[in-house]
């Protein structure tokens, strides 16, 4: 894995837009534990057009924005099985300083990002 995506920092995340197939960017916070990288979001009972973008096209792109910028093409998946999404879910709450974890899973985006091309 590229060393610049072991430190959780603020992104820009390019999605595939599901009903016009234009690129999509927004500004957000990739996460990482234990190896795995991801992307969460404050709770809200709607779903955020990135996580529907990423449903329809997991195709997408990191911009790394700390050091060196750097586009680093990626797969997301959206992540909906509870026990899957607790440790996720902590971790970003933990480094948010929330304590609200039961409404951040009921309500909280939440998808995992696997670099491609070997990245």
């Given amino acids: 894995m590229d060393p610049a995506l072991h430190r959780s920092q603020i992104i820009d995340l390019t999605t595939t837009g599901r009903h016009t197939g234009e690129p999509r960017t927004i500004e957000i916070y990739l996460h990482h534990l234990d190896g795995r990288l991801f992307?969460?979001?404050q709770p809200s009972p709607r779903t955020r057009a990135w996580v529907h973008n990423v449903a329809a096209d997991p195709h997408v792109v990191l911009h790394l924005k700390v050091g060196a910028p750097k586009d680093v093409p990626a797969l997301a998946r959206v992540?909906?099985?509870?026990?899957?999404?607790r440790p996720l879910?902590?971790?970003?709450?933990?480094?948010?300083g929330r304590d609200?974890?039961?409404?951040?899973?009921?309500?909280?985006?939440?998808i995992e990002i696997t670099p491609s091309g070997g990245s």
């Fill in 39 to 41: 992307i969460s979001g």
């Fill in 79 to 85: 992540v909906e099985d509870a026990d899957e999404r």
């Fill in 89 to 96: 879910i902590e971790a970003a709450a933990k480094r948010w």
């Fill in 100 to 110: 609200d974890v039961e409404l951040m899973m009921a309500q909280s985006p939440l």
